[in-house]
């Protein structure tokens, strides 16, 4: 069972950038396909990118095409969300989550395709 600490959150201007990064503890790592998603206060979690087992694969939701990008290093078991041209209404809890399944054609996009969760890490920007 895979083990997941959020962090790089906080507080940043409309326009600004934030860099998350999500640690994994399973030496394992390599082979779960990785997630962000979001909740906003009084809203369902919500999908924003995908990355798979080698990285060679990405989906995004549509709102953060273009603004948000997903990578990872398997070496060093972490995976990344670059978000940059940050909203207000990209304020949430930020959560990286782990999909042990084989995907061979689309990514997991819902929150029942991951098995394995973090605590979260706050994102706040301000108008």
């Known amino acids: 069972q895979v083990q997941l600490v959020e962090s790089g959150g906080g507080l940043v201007q409309a326009g600004g950038s934030l860099r998350l990064s999500c640690a994994a503890s399973?030496?394992?790592?390599?082979?779960?396909?990785m997630g962000w998603f979001r909740q906003a206060p009084g809203k369902e979690r919500q999908f924003v990118a995908a990355i798979s087992r080698s990285g060679g694969r990405t989906s995004y939701a549509d709102p953060m095409k273009g603004r948000f990008t997903i990578s990872r290093d398997n070496a060093k078991k972490m995976v990344y969300l670059q978000m940059n041209s940050l909203l207000p209404e990209d304020t949430a809890l930020y959560y990286c989550?782990?999909?042990?399944?084989?995907?061979?054609?689309?990514?997991?996009?819902?929150?029942?395709?991951?098995?394995?969760w973090g605590q979260g890490t706050q994102v706040t920007v301000s108008s």
């Open positions: 989550a782990a999909d042990p399944r084989v995907r061979l054609s689309a990514l997991g996009i819902r929150v029942g395709e991951y098995d394995f």
């Open positions: 399973d030496r394992t790592f390599s082979t779960y396909n």
